[in-house]
C-alpha cells in the first residue's frame, strides 16, 4: 500500500481531502481514490 497522490475535493460548503492509493494485489498494482480521514482510520 503506498500513497500515490492527493486531493481536496470541494462539495458546497464542504472541502473532502482524499489521496490516491497504490494496492499491491495477485493481479498487479490497482490504483483507488479514498477519503483520507478514511484511510488514516483503517491504516494509521
Same mark, same amino acid.
Given at each position: 500500500v503506498e500513497v500515490m497522490d492527493r486531493e481536496v475535493k470541494r462539495l458546497k460548503q464542504s $472541502?473532502? +481531502?482524499?489521496?490516491?492509493?497504490?494496492?499491491?494485489?495477485? $493481479?498487479? +498494482?490497482?490504483?483507488?481514490?479514498e477519503r483520507?480521514?478514511?484511510f488514516r482510520k483503517k491504516y494509521p
Open positions: $472541502r473532502i +481531502p482524499i489521496i490516491k492509493v497504490r494496492w499491491n494485489s495477485s $493481479r498487479g +498494482p490497482e490504483f483507488t481514490w483520507e480521514d478514511q
